[in-house]
Structure formats: C-alpha cells, structure tokens
C-alpha cells in the first residue's frame, strides 16, 4: 500500500514539467514541444515563474535540452509506431505527457509508465482529477528504482510482451543509478525481442559540458546531493556506446546535443539551443 505522505511529485520532475511550459510560454514559435498539460499535472503556485530555477534567461539551455530530448523520443515512439512497434515502455517517466497529449498515437500502443509508488499515486490521481482519467491502454507500474526495485518483473505482471518489440524510453535516470545497475538494465533491456529500441539520456562528465551550462549543472548535483538523489554516474559518449555493445545490444548510436540542435533548433533567431551536458544513446536489440 503507498503512504500517503510519500504520494506526492518528484521535486526533479516537476521542474521538468515547469521548463517544459515554459518553453511555450517564453520562446518564440516554433515549439519544439507543446506540452501545457504537464503545468496543469503539477498545479504550482502562481507566482512559479518567479522562482530562482525559473528565470528565462538563465534556464534557457536547459528547458531547451529538456523539450529537445522529449521531443526526439516521441518523434523516435512515432516512427517505431508506423513499422508496427505496439509497446512503449517509459522508465522514470515522472510527469510525463505523452498520453494525454498525443493519444492518436498512444491509443494504438500500450504505455507502460514506470516510476516510484508514491509520485506515481500523485499522478494517477490528478489524471483522473483533471478528467484524463487512466486508459485501459496505459499501464501505471510502481518500483523503487533506487532500491533495486523489480521493474522487469512488475513490467511482465503489468501486461507487457516479452516476444514482442518496444521502445523503452529513459530519461533523466542514469545519472542516479550505480554504473553496476545501468550495466545490469542495459542487459536486460538487450534480451528484449528482436527490433526493439531504447532510448537512453546520460550525463556527460562536467569537463566535457558546455561552459555556459556547466556551473548550472554543477549547482543541479549539488542540490540533488542535498536532496539525498545525488548524481553517480558520469559517461562520455564513447563509454555508453561501448556499455551498451558490451550488454548485447546489435547496434548503438549516440545522439549528440549538435545532432539535437541540428534537428529542433536550426534557423531561430533566438539563439536558442541544447548544451551538451546530457545526450542520447539510441540502441537496438
């Protein structure tokens, strides 16, 4: 049963959710992402903007990181939606929108969100409360992460298909875990059937950040330390491509923040763009 006291919002994710209508809110068209739906999930207080992690000019790179890497998953969810892949699979996926926001899509999948009980119940609640209510096609799976919950197995009792293809998405998550307990998800999510792709954000060691973000990020680990969710794992490119060869995946890429800008960014005027600090591992079984 969860505590009641623990049903509440990860403080991480809820930021998350606030850069994310931000960027609606404060940058210029065209959006990388439209997701106002995650500020109505969180429901803060309204003076929000005013807070010191919200500042526009000073938040700009990252909720600009934030929309692009959400926004090349869901392109990644819907390209592997038009070849037949029916299972998406969302590891940490905090405040997550992508059901209530792009159901002509989700409707034909089966969305696993996986995250922590407590934050979860919040969620299931305010989707109900806000009249989005829970579909039978979206599946709310509960495991502690941290303490080395069983999320392959909740995800199986959850209705998940091992003999069929998915997407596994996981965003904001390896930063937090043991190298051991990366390695030992990627080889996991390597034995999943033939086709399948995981998406994978990772945190840059901060010698190979961007200047302009880098003492953002160094105040981030710090309040997550303080927070008692500190930041442990650290990767450059070449390792995580060679972490996820080495778990037995057929092929890995990785997905830089030139790549993103290229792809979101390319033409604004506002200057607007992803730092490198956090990329991308895309890698298929």
Do not use: C
């Amino acid at each position: 049963m969860t505590d009641e006291r623990s049903a509440v919002a990860d403080a991480s994710a809820v930021r998350v959710a606030l850069w994310r209508a931000m960027h609606v809110q404060v940058d210029p068209p065209p959006h990388v992402l439209d997701d106002m739906i995650g500020l109505q999930l969180a429901a803060p207080d309204d003076d929000w903007r005013l807070r010191p992690d919200m500042d526009p000019a000073g938040t700009s790179l990252f909720r600009a990181g934030i929309v692009a890497r959400a926004r090349f998953i869901e392109d990644l969810v819907a390209e592997q939606s038009g070849l037949g892949i029916a299972q998406y699979v969302i590891l940490g996926a905090g405040l997550d929108t992508f059901a209530q926001r792009r159901p002509e899509i989700a409707s034909r999948l089966r969305v696993f969100e996986i995250d922590r009980s407590g934050p979860q119940a919040w969620k299931r609640k305010r989707l109900i409360e806000l009249g989005f209510g829970v579909p039978e096609w979206l599946r709310l799976v509960p495991v502690d992460f941290e303490a080395g919950g069983p999320w392959w197995n909740q995800l199986l009792i959850a209705g998940f298909d091992p003999d069929r293809p998915a997407v596994v998405a996981s965003t904001g998550v390896s930063m937090y875990l043991t190298k051991d307990a990366n390695a030992a998800a990627l080889r996991e999510i390597a034995g999943l059937a033939p086709d399948s792709t995981l998406a994978m954000s990772f945190l840059l060691p901060t010698e190979l950040h961007d200047d302009a973000v880098r003492p953002g990020f160094e105040a981030a680990a710090k309040g997550a330390q303080a927070a008692g969710a500190p930041f442990i794992s650290f990767y450059a490119p070449e390792e995580m491509l060679d972490l996820a060869r080495r778990a037995g995946f057929k092929g890995a890429r990785h997905v830089s923040a030139a790549m993103l800008n290229e792809r979101y960014f390319a033409g604004r005027t506002d200057r607007l763009q992803t730092p490198r600090g956090e990329e991308l591992l895309v890698a298929t079984t």
